[in-house]
């Protein structure tokens, strides 16, 4: 028998930098995937607000999001990653506090996927970061921005921690429990949408001219932010299988067909009911099947993915433009954005839909069990009914905690927020907007040279000669 030897390509072969553990196809995925959802953050919801608003608002809107984003980055790396993720805990469903931040730590295996755990900060930072601008669109057009410079880290700490930890974390008890959250129809979006509902209303309303007129100051650019969140949501949902497989491009197509299904449905219910297509109402619906296909988008069959998106298109649809039309009750807080209906109601939807349509082959492809995750639709079909309704009771149980958690959490941090600071800014600066609040505006020129009826400052670009003989 001839001793032979085998070696791996140079370029595969495992050294210091490239430990055996480590698929470098996974990893570099993974960072991709992990800069595409930063990227619906920032520029995405930058430029989406900054265009959604009236234009006195724009800059403000804009930079709400954009420091949202740098602080939870810091507050990750220093005590937000071990607290969501960590294997010691604080208590039972909560993580202990510590930093991320030294090379024996970040340059070990993570607890999921085949590569190290700088690469599942990063990944998960930009998820705990887009959580906090989503609920920032409840309360653009009037909240202080100090008082949002407080609520970021505080709201990141005592609600998104917990609900990460108990979802996400192999640890949670509702992991442990079952509950299906493929990329966080729960810890991000119906999180974002209860947690910004309950500011809008510690917070208060716009002015009631703002509320009655609010339109956007460049719709353009509000697509293009639209458009970002839309092919960001490749990664957002493409990189939770943690690997680049099969279940990654499932999810990823998923994704697109229940989002286009979601769009055209609010469409043509917007022409049905209104006699007009609406550029908001298609972002409106693009958003609903997004949030929507989330807990779900690997895990479902194509087909699954089409209904949901005329479910999205549709119920969140109902909620916004009659339920909450009719409300007097829902109409008292000043939701700017409609982050209930388009996150909290959407995402809802998604995770009871996804404990009716998950696949059991596609369940175990992500998450390694066969038939421990079946949903309702295929309990019948198997003859485990039981199993399926269990997990719809799972889903239901989920949404009752998220929705339980935030209420209370975001309460708390905005009632210790009002103590230091003023949650809405005064009745004067609300009437300048972007000037009173930073001294900075979006459009300081316009029209024939003039500058706006409420600048500030005290000199004039000079008007032509031509301007003035007119």
């Known amino acids: 028998m001839s001793n032979s030897s085998f070696y791996l390509p140079e ?48 800059v403000n809107s804009a930079f709400m999001a954009l420091y949202a984003f740098a602080c939870v980055l810091v507050c ?64 653009l057009g009037r909240m202080n921005f100090y008082a949002w410079m ?73 697509l293009a932010g639209a458009g970002l969140l839309w092919m960001g949501w490749t990664g957002f949902n493409g990189g939770d299988p943690y690997v680049a497989s099969t279940d990654a491009s499932l999810a990823v197509l998923n994704t697109h067909v229940c989002t286009a299904t979601s769009l055209i449905t609010w469409l043509l219910l917007d022409r049905l009911f209104f006699g007009k297509t609406s ?11 997004l949030v929507c296909i989330t807990p779900a988008a690997g895990i479902v069959q194509g087909w699954a993915a089409i209904i949901m998106g005329l479910c999205s298109g549709s119920i969140p649809w109902f909620t916004m433009m009659v339920v909450h039309k009719r409300s007097a009750m829902l109409q008292k807080v000043d939701d700017t954005m409609a982050v209930l209906h388009t996150h909290a109601v959407a995402g809802s939807l998604g995770g009871l839909l996804t404990g009716v349509f998950a696949e059991p082959k596609l369940n175990y492809l992500f998450y390694g069990y066969y038939a421990q995750y079946v949903g309702l639709f295929y309990g019948f079909d198997m003859g485990k009914v039981a199993t399926g309704l269990r997990q719809i009771g799972i889903q239901l149980l989920g949404i009752l905690f998220v929705v339980a958690l935030n209420i209370t959490t975001t309460s708390l941090i905005c009632l210790f927020i009002r103590i230091l600071v003023p949650l809405r800014m005064s009745e004067e600066d609300m009437e300048i907007g972007d000037e009173a609040a930073h001294g900075e505006e979006a459009y300081a020129i316009w029209g024939e040279g003039d500058r706006s009826e409420n600048s500030r400052y005290d000199v004039e670009l000079p008007v032509s000669t031509k301007n003035r003989a007119a």
Not at 51 to 57: L, M
Not at 89 to 109: C, D, H, M, T
């Open 76 to 139: 990750w790396v220093l005590w937000g990653y071990r607290m969501s993720f960590g294997t010691e805990r604080y208590i039972a469903f909560w993580g202990a506090p510590n930093v991320s931040l030294g090379e024996n730590y970040l340059l070990q295996k993570a607890f999921l996927g085949k590569f190290p755990i700088a690469t599942m900060v990063y990944f998960q930072f930009v998820f705990a970061a887009i959580t906090l601008i989503l609920i920032a669109g409840a309360v």
């Open 11 to 58: 370029n595969l072969a495992p050294d210091d930098a490239s430990p055996g553990w480590m698929n470098k196809a996974d990893n570099a995925w993974q960072l991709t995937a992990a800069t595409l959802v930063g990227m619906q953050s920032v520029p995405g919801l930058v430029i989406l607000y900054g265009g959604a608003v009236k234009k006195k608002w724009a």
């Open 150 to 222: 407080m609520f970021v880290p505080l709201w990141l700490t005592f609600s998104y921690t917990i609900g990460a930890f108990s979802i996400w974390c192999p640890d949670g008890w509702l992991s442990k429990l079952g509950l299906l959250d493929y990329s966080g129809g729960y810890v991000i979006h119906l999180s974002s949408g209860v947690a910004g509902y309950t500011a809008a209303f510690w917070v208060g309303p716009r002015l009631t001219r703002d509320r009655e007129r609010f339109p956007p100051n460049n719709i353009l650019l509000m």
């Open 279 to 289: 550029v908001i109402g298609a972002v409106q619906g693009m958003i609903t099947g």
